[in-house]
């Protein structure tokens, strides 16, 4: 086997353990501010057939919501009906990844009784700036938008 050869097939072998090694981490892809589309939230309520869904989805579009993940964990968060808003703050982590999914770990104090809250939520790259996660308790995901800047 000449040099080209041996170049040639250790490339071969070698180039997705490059590729992998080289894609951003879970957590280097959820940096960033999302908005929970609201939208798909409010169509996804009214087709689980709650006869109280109708109204439910027509609250949640005017709601929004935005999470600011931020690097070395840490978090902020802004809830919005209409003209009142409720802002909060924490910590994230990822506890587990494997390719498109992750699981992450969220800390934050409830605003109304200061209780501290730790949920674990899968999470689904859709793709770079879309993502689906599946909190606690709920049975339809959340989808969430990276906000972009200009």
């Known amino acids: 086997m ?3 050869q041996f170049i040639a097939r250790a490339s071969i072998l070698l180039l997705p353990l490059l590729l992998t090694a080289c894609s951003p981490s879970a957590e280097q892809r959820l ?3 999302w908005e929970a589309d609201t939208a798909q939230l409010a169509e996804d309520v009214k087709a689980e057939g ?4 109708g109204a439910f989805g027509q609250m949640v579009e005017n709601v929004s919501f935005t999470l600011e993940l931020k690097d070395e964990g840490r978090m902020s968060h802004r809830l919005k009906f209409n003209v009142l808003s409720m ?5 994230w982590r990822v ?3 494997e390719g498109d999914e992750a699981t992450v770990e969220w800390r934050f104090h ?3 009784t200061g209780e501290e809250v730790i949920d674990q939520t899968p999470v689904t790259f859709e793709n770079d700036d879309r993502v689906r996660m599946k909190p606690p308790g709920r049975q339809q995901p959340v989808y969430f938008d990276r906000v972009l800047e200009d």
Request: net charge negative.
């Open 31 to 33: 940096i960033g501010t």
């Open 95 to 97: 506890l587990d990844e």
């Open 110 to 112: 409830k605003p109304n």
């Open 2 to 4: 000449n040099s080209r």
């Open 87 to 91: 802002d909060g703050d924490g910590t």
């Open 50 to 53: 709650n006869p109280l869904a």
